[in-house]
DNA sequence: CATGAATGAGAATTCATTCAT
DNA sequence: TATGAATGAATTCTCATTCAT
């Protein structure tokens, strides 16, 4: 069978090969200027041999998709180290913001472009499927909280509006910058607000948060 | 003049059909997948017909886009009878939730979807204008926090940062919604969610940020 | 009847007004870019309104085709007083080239534009009277060689072949100019190639011609 | 090899078969009449296979633009072996006379139709080259003259000014028929003008002109 | 007489996708 | 496995022309 393996293992080499020239081209040019024409010119294959490792161009976004879900919960752990529970609140943040910052594509792709209809709808039965790996860093999120609480924090709060609060406010940092709602300010200025909201954040939602408490 | 009258009014209606089915096709298609095409069928015109009301496609997008802007000035007016400055604020922020929630296409096209490139470049003199109907809520929500400084709120923190911060958070909870990210959760805990998100909002962002500095 | 005939004269202005205004854009922005609601436009008239005074787009260049015929004539009559008919000749050559390069548009027209194909074949019956208009010119031209005949010129040629000749070498330099094939030259040198060619004209076609009767 | 070669020279008989029914279609509608869906149409492929062969409309009017170039130049060639300078200017002439009137559409392209502006402005750079091709055919014709000169004619004349006016008469002669000016004349009376012209052009602009200095 | 409104037909071009080889 | 060739179905946009008023 080693034949076999080696065909299957090429066959992932390319799967490969295809998903990050896709990748690197919605980096980019953006993601609704490239076809699948541009993406075979870049590997020097013919556009029907794409279609020899994926059923059309939805599942090549599609897997992205879930690509990306796979690198955000690798960024996840590497917080874990951080005992601190709010210390660790605090980075988890940040790290979200790096991520997305740094990869914007496939930010795009995984929390505000519209999802890829016709697949997804093929996908209906595996449909819990769908978000699973999406759910495993909102859990990771929601831990991260679950030990906060016991360190004291968020006390009066349901942990789950605890996660979406804070989910919601760093998405929306990143997603206002990634759509260029923030372009007026300036980089410099960006970079600056991006900071002080990290900042505000800490000491309002995290720490002001458990000292009210302690009290 | 009668006759005269009555012809601008029907033009004038005619473009806010066309501007409503446009809407409502976004709604339900999708930014990117909607055509004259589909707006001229849905309205029983020739697509020929549309532009006699509009020069292109851009046009009509950037019409609804500064149409949500007024929309959204005239909404954030509705809370200025509210006199306390920190309440205000709170309201200010559901507000600007049941706005995101209840006109999504016209969120969407204002702080979600890419931009209309083409327009925006022909527009270039008055790249200001681009953003000043934007800036105008922008700055209406900073008076608003100006207000609450004076009332002893967000003391320590930059006014500009206070404002993204909060715009952010309502943003990042409208957004992902609109996006459906949140689909998972189903429509009541979404609610429930939102509701729970404010709640948090107020009483770490707003409410606590005062006591802590009486204190 | 004086209201008929004032609603007749006024109906002329307006067809008049209709053609001076076509021929102007054509003279600014080359024939095919002029739509018909350019000149209607212009004109501050609808376009349904052009179509009360002339059948169809066809039709008005058609009429513009006549009208440059008129012209041309008019400018031919000039030259009659030249009793000369050698000098005449040259005259004429000269005339027709700076009626040419003074009305490109009309030259255009009546020479190089491939004739509006629709009107022509309505007119099919009056077939010959398509002709009329430009034999008339091309007879007016035989005249004058005739009579350059008369005084010892053009002897071994057919008056035919010789104003066939004369009127192709004209039109041949103009028309190199008109439709910008001789661009590389630059504006200076071609006004020194169109005045060389005309002296080279008289010189050997129609002076030295008469010379070498003479001997 | 074989296969690749066979490819290869499938595709130039593809661009072939384009460019020869574009031209076909030329000949019978007119320039300004030709879309590429006639082409299409007529060649019975789709519009879009078009596209695999030339980028766009442009670049098979510029194509067959320097085919038409390259073919005179072929032509002009057939003459060298004439010894006697002024025989072979009047051979010259008469053989542009019948490469235009052979190859009406090529002609009508290369000296008559208006210029694909876009494709020459993206060809800005090489803009020289746009009449380098052109100016071999002229410059062939000057020396031509020169040897002419040398011979004895055209002595008091610019060299490029005779260059300029044989061409524009000849130019003239085959203009005014292939856009149908001479259709009054009716076939076998052209041949006769043609004739007629040549042999004018001949006496008084060749062969006189050298006697008249000898004397 | 004049026109506003409407449109059918058609233009160039693009792209995801298929299929015979 | 790989692909060259082909295309159907779109896209945006333009224009001469018609017709009810």
């Given at each position: 069978?080693?034949?076999?393996?080696?065909?299957?293992?090429?066959?992932?080499?390319?799967?490969?090969?295809?998903?990050?020239?896709?990748?690197?081209?919605?980096?980019?040019?953006?993601?609704?200027?490239?076809?699948?024409?541009?993406?075979?010119?870049?590997i020097e294959?013919?556009?029907?041999?794409?279609?020899?490792?994926?059923?059309?161009?939805?599942?090549?976004?599609?897997?992205?998709?879930?690509?990306?879900?796979?690198?955000?919960?690798?960024?996840?752990?590497?917080?874990?180290?951080?005992?601190?529970?709010?210390?660790r609140l605090?980075?988890?943040?940040?790290?979200?913001?790096?991520?997305?910052?740094?990869?914007?594509?496939?930010?795009?792709?995984?929390?505000?472009?519209?999802?890829?209809?016709?697949?997804?709808?093929?996908?209906?039965?595996?449909?819990?499927?769908?978000?699973?790996?999406?759910?495993?860093?909102?859990?990771?999120?929601?831990?991260?909280?679950?030990?906060?609480?016991?360190?004291?924090?968020?006390?009066?709060?349901?942990?789950?509006?605890?996660?979406?609060?804070?989910?919601?406010?760093?998405?929306?940092?990143?997603?206002?910058?990634?759509?260029?709602?923030?372009?007026?300010?300036?980089?410099?200025?960006?970079?600056?607000?991006?900071?002080?909201?990290?900042?505000?954040?800490?000491?309002?939602?995290?720490?002001?948060?458990?000292?009210?408490?302690?009290?």
């Amino acid at each position: 069978m080693g034949i076999k393996e080696r065909k299957e293992l090429e066959k992932k080499e390319m799967r490969k090969l295809i998903l990050d020239t896709a990748m690197k081209l919605f980096l980019e040019k953006g993601f609704e200027n490239i076809t699948l024409r541009n993406i075979a010119e870049k590997i020097e294959y013919s556009p029907a041999t794409i279609y020899l490792y994926f059923k059309d161009k939805d599942e090549i976004i599609y897997t992205l998709h879930r690509e990306g879900f796979e690198e955000l919960y690798r960024w996840q752990q590497k917080i874990l180290p951080v005992k601190d529970p709010l210390e660790r609140l605090y980075r988890h943040a940040e790290m979200y913001v790096s991520f997305a910052l740094e990869n914007p594509e496939y930010y795009d792709l995984m929390f505000i472009k519209r999802a890829p209809i016709n697949r997804i709808k093929e996908m209906k039965l595996k449909d819990g499927m769908r978000w699973d790996i999406g759910m495993r860093s909102f859990d990771f999120l929601k831990e991260n909280i679950k030990e906060c609480m016991k360190a004291g924090a968020f006390r009066n709060t349901d942990v789950c509006v605890a996660a979406f609060s804070l989910w919601a406010y760093v998405h929306g940092i990143v997603s206002l910058i990634i759509r260029e709602r923030c372009d007026v300010f300036g980089e410099e200025q960006i970079r600056c607000l991006v900071k002080g909201s990290l900042d505000f954040m800490q000491q309002n939602m995290i720490v002001n948060n458990i000292k009210k408490e302690e009290q």
